[in-house]
T-cell receptor
Framework: DAGVTQSPTHLIKTRGQQVTLRCSPI?????VSWYQQVLGQGPQFIFQ???????GRGNFPDRFSARQFPNYSSELNVNALLLGDSALYLC?????????????FGQGTRLTVV | TQLLEQSPQFLSIQEGENLTVYCNSS?????LQWYRQEPGEGPVLLVT???GGEVKKLKRLTFQFGDARKDSSLHITAAQPGDTGLYLC???????????WGAGTKLIIKP
């Protein structure tokens, strides 16, 4: 089975632009979470989606939005990019049951804002 | 406020030495997971511990979940350069379905 796939792998954007990142979860996984990871730090939770509905949101501004599609894939959108948005954006999928919260991560999208 | 505190934040040791990293909280977790992340890659799940006092071994890595399910440790015996990476712990609570993450321990094993 394919693991979590994210696209693109690398992206360079200019301040003020908008970006869309994509994620396909592992087959059978219904929950997708998005994380922002700055170099040398742990992942910071942005969103969690389950069955197309937002289940949780981290401490990120409204410039960040996401959605989940019927096939459980997901997109993360960031508007009005700032230099500080430069980071590795990680998508994780999980089966989403009480004892199956293990998160399986994609390789991430490295976003550089210049 | 970091709900899961990892220590040390950074550790650099020689190949062959032993080490322990810690993951502590004042909250009770239903399960706790350890991940290892290499530069430019996503974190990879190493182990999940569920029962208080549980010990799991993965080759030279030993994971322990505290009796009260508030803390965990990762012990590496005879560390090797291939163990270098960022070690992250993440906890799950019965009250919701989200993982709570520590900030990570950056481990460097020098040949």
């Amino acid at each position: 089975d394919a693991g979590v796939t994210q696209s693109p792998t690398h992206l360079i954007k200019t301040r003020g632009q908008q970006v869309t990142l994509r994620c396909s979860p592992i087959s059978g996984h219904k929950s997708v979470s998005w994380y922002q990871q700055v170099l040398g730090q742990g992942p910071q939770f942005i969103f969690q989606y389950y069955e197309k509905e937002e289940r949780g949101r981290g401490n990120f501004p409204d410039r960040f939005s996401a959605r989940q599609f019927p096939n459980y894939s997901s997109e993360l959108n960031v508007n009005a990019l700032l230099l500080g948005d430069s980071a590795l954006y990680l998508c994780a999928s999980s089966r989403d049951s009480a004892l199956s919260l293990e998160a399986f991560f994609g390789q991430g999208t490295r976003l550089t804002v210049v | 406020t970091q709900l899961l505190e990892q220590s040390p934040q950074f550790l650099s040791i020689q190949e062959g030495e032993n080490l322990t990293v810690y993951c502590n909280s004042s909250s009770v977790f239903s399960s706790l997971q350890w991940y290892r992340q290499e530069p430019g890659e996503g974190p990879v799940l190493l182990v999940t511990v569920v029962t208080g006092g549980e010990v799991k071994k993965l080759k030279r890595l030993t994971f322990q979940f505290g009796d009260a399910r508030k803390d965990s440790s990762l012990h590496i015996t005879a560390a090797q350069p291939g163990d270098t990476g960022l070690y992250l712990c993440a906890g799950a609570r019965d009250s919701n379905y989200q993982l709570i993450w520590g900030a990570g321990t950056k481990l460097i094993i020098k040949p």
